[in-house]
């Protein structure tokens, strides 16, 4: 918490700092030499680590704070943080959770678009959650707690039975809007708030720019309903592209305001276009819950080689891995183990996803 303080927005350098070094104690216990231990390090930086007591103190406040309201703070090495924002190459060191669900669940998906949705945009966001939750009951939605398609996005997770997550751009000692008051109170019985701030952070205008990279980095897609021609909602499709997930866009009709945004990334392929959650479930090759039920029982006891077998006791202790993480729980190089993941797919023991996951069909 005190090396987020200090480093401010530096994120890719401190995520530097926090791997090569080990963690945030470790790169306090090397704050008068660290130019020894990564030469790298420009003497800048090497100076203001020397001092951390401002810091600390604030981060010791801000525990104080934690443990009065519930909440937890997930380093990038607890189990609990998002593993797939992990991967991301700007994620946090830390962030702020209050809430019951797991960030790790085997399907998320983030709904985002416009402060200004019309009704339209509205019906959407209704038809999508409520015919995705008949087909694929564990999916957890995240957006931003922000006016418009956000709020709507939570509040039909909310009725169709979905845990769903907020992403805040300030500290959780406040909530922004405060008129979204109420609903992100039962978003933290039936899923949560997280941010990356503290608290006494102000919701300014280039934290809501920050946290889009949140909202699409622990996602395994993002889904833009409606969007003027330029809008936040746009960024978060820009950096989900970026960290290599997919892209989904509703059309809207030619003239619309609200809708310009959505057409353009269709028309620039920077979107699939999508008009129902059964393209979305096709186009991820997300399977319903009666398909994988019929692959299970076809395939429960395939012939497997001792390496195959190897990945399969990998993934039915931790399903849902990326190829990285799989690597270091089997051991097995990298080029190895792809030829071996697409062997269990023939065998449809393992199914690829986004973002370079793979999950085991019949765990």
């Excluded at 205008?205 to 809008?231: C, H, W």
């Excluded at 970026?242 to 866009?249: I, K, M, P, W």
Aim: hydrophobic residues 40%.
């Amino acid at each position: 918490m005190a090396l987020t303080r200090m480093m401010g927005f530096n994120f890719q350098t401190a995520l530097l700092l926090y791997r090569e070094l080990g963690g945030g104690k470790a790169v306090y216990d090397h704050r008068m030499d660290v130019g020894d231990v990564m030469p790298e390090v420009t003497p800048r930086l090497r100076e203001s680590l020397k001092n951390w007591d401002d810091a600390l103190r604030r981060a010791a406040a801000e525990m104080e704070f934690m443990q009065k309201g519930g909440i937890r703070a997930l380093c990038m090495n607890d189990a609990d943080y998002p593993q797939r924002l992990k991967e991301c190459d700007d994620a946090p060191l830390v962030l702020y959770y209050k809430g019951t669900a797991d960030l790790n669940q085997r399907y998320v998906i983030d709904i985002v678009g416009t402060r200004h949705c019309t009704s339209y945009g509205q019906d959407l966001i209704n038809r999508f959650v409520s015919d995705l939750k008949q087909q694929m009951p564990e999916v957890l939605i995240v957006s931003g707690l922000a006016y418009g398609i956000d709020i709507c996005a939570h509040r039909h997770a909310l009725q169709n039975g979905y845990e769903t997550v907020g992403v805040l751009a300030h500290g959780l000692d406040q909530i922004y809007p405060p008129r979204h008051r109420d609903t992100a109170v039962e978003m933290v019985r039936q899923g949560g708030l997280l941010t990356e701030y503290m608290s006494q952070t102000e919701a300014l205008p280039n934290n809501f720019r920050q946290r889009n990279r949140i909202v699409a980095g622990m996602s395994d897609a993002t889904i833009l309903v409606e969007s003027a021609y330029k809008g936040g909602g746009l960024i978060t499709c820009r950096i989900a592209q970026e960290y290599g997930r997919d892209v989904f866009a509703f059309p809207g009709a030619v003239g619309m305001a609200a809708s310009e945004g959505c057409n353009k990334i269709i028309r620039s392929n920077q979107a699939a276009l999508i008009t129902s959650a059964a393209d979305f479930m096709e186009a991820m090759g997300w399977q319903t819950v009666s398909v994988r039920q019929t692959a299970v029982e076809r395939q429960l006891f395939p012939d497997l080689t001792a390496d195959e077998q190897r990945i399969v006791d990998a993934l039915q202790q931790t399903n849902d891995l990326q190829l990285n993480m799989l690597t270091v729980r089997t051991n097995i190089a990298i080029g190895q183990l792809t030829a071996l993941l697409f062997s269990l797919e023939m065998k449809g023991v393992v199914k690829p996803m986004a973002g370079g996951i793979y999950h085991l069909i019949n765990a």
